[in-house]
């Protein structure tokens, strides 16, 4: 995987970003979600860097980046310090602009990123959400069934910390399965990448923080941009599993047309994890956004 990237371990603001960067061209910066790390992108990232610049990331408290200690307000897990990040990341690699694509949590950092630093970002893409606001404004039967970890992950220390830790890999391979659509089969060398930094209980509190600040500072910090009128202003592209959760539960295009000026969409034929799922499905939609 990755073979032709390097490995950078950048410092941003005293902590660890791990990422590796491949190809030549306009630069575009690759998120991953939860639980994974930046290999979800690795079919994906070979390709896009025959044209692009290609940088993926760990986010703060995933993977192989640091996992700072948690805060009482949950801010030092908050969507605005892992944007932070990773505009700390992408300027020591020499961007000062660039391109942005996210999946799931990494999605999240992205829309955070797009509202905090918009001089910092060509055009983004968002992966299997909507905004985290919207989410918590529509919780339902469905959605407290299905997405049960945004609550139970969310729980005061260390009650998830715990009973994950008891068996790091079965929940991970459970929600693997739990989201993927009808048939997905996942890379075993993958599965060992993630297991391998998701075991780590550092990892697991970090994660679980992760998910509280979006319970929290994440909806303070939104709802305050809502009051402002402040929205995505540049080019955003909105994908999504048509087989997952998100495809069969929200108008998806229009939700993001309340947060964004500029949106355009479209489901593909998965479920929650797109780039391992539809890869190529993914890449064409990406290559046609990042060209035009």
Request: hydrophobic share 40%; net charge negative.
């Amino acid at each position: 995987m990755f073979s032709e990237f390097t490995t950078h371990d950048v410092d941003v603001d005293g902590v660890r970003i791990h990422a590796r960067v491949g190809g030549e061209g306009p630069p575009v910066l690759l998120l991953h979600g939860y639980p994974q790390t930046h290999v979800i992108w690795r079919e994906v990232a070979d390709v896009l860097a025959e044209s692009h610049t290609v940088v993926v990331s760990d986010l703060r408290g995933y993977g192989d980046s640091g996992k700072p200690a948690s805060e009482i307000d949950h801010s030092s897990y908050g969507k605005r310090a892992m944007a932070a990040d990773q505009v700390g990341l992408m300027r020591a690699l020499g961007h000062d602009r660039f391109a942005i694509v996210g999946h799931d949590r990494g999605a999240r950092v992205a829309h955070r990123l797009c509202l905090d630093h918009a001089e910092r970002v060509e055009r983004a893409a968002v992966l299997d959400i909507v905004p985290t606001r919207h989410v918590f404004a529509n919780v339902d039967r469905a959605l407290a069934t299905f997405y049960d970890h945004w609550f139970f992950l969310a729980e005061e220390p260390d009650l998830p910390e715990v009973l994950i830790g008891g068996a790091p890999e079965y929940f991970l391979r459970r929600k693997l399965q739990q989201w993927s659509g009808p048939g997905a089969v996942f890379d075993e060398a993958a599965i060992a990448e993630y297991v391998r930094c998701f075991r780590d209980p550092e990892a697991i509190r970090a994660s679980c923080e992760d998910y509280r600040a979006a319970a929290s500072i994440d909806l303070e910090h939104d709802e305050a941009d809502a009051v402002a009128g402040r929205r995505v202003t540049c080019a955003l592209l909105v994908l999504w599993g048509a087989r997952g959760f998100v495809g069969t539960r929200y108008d998806v295009v229009e939700v993001w047309r309340r947060y964004a000026d500029d949106v355009r969409g479209q489901g593909l034929d998965c479920g929650h994890f797109i780039p391992e799922e539809a890869p190529q499905q993914t890449i064409d939609a990406l290559r046609d956004f990042l060209s035009t």
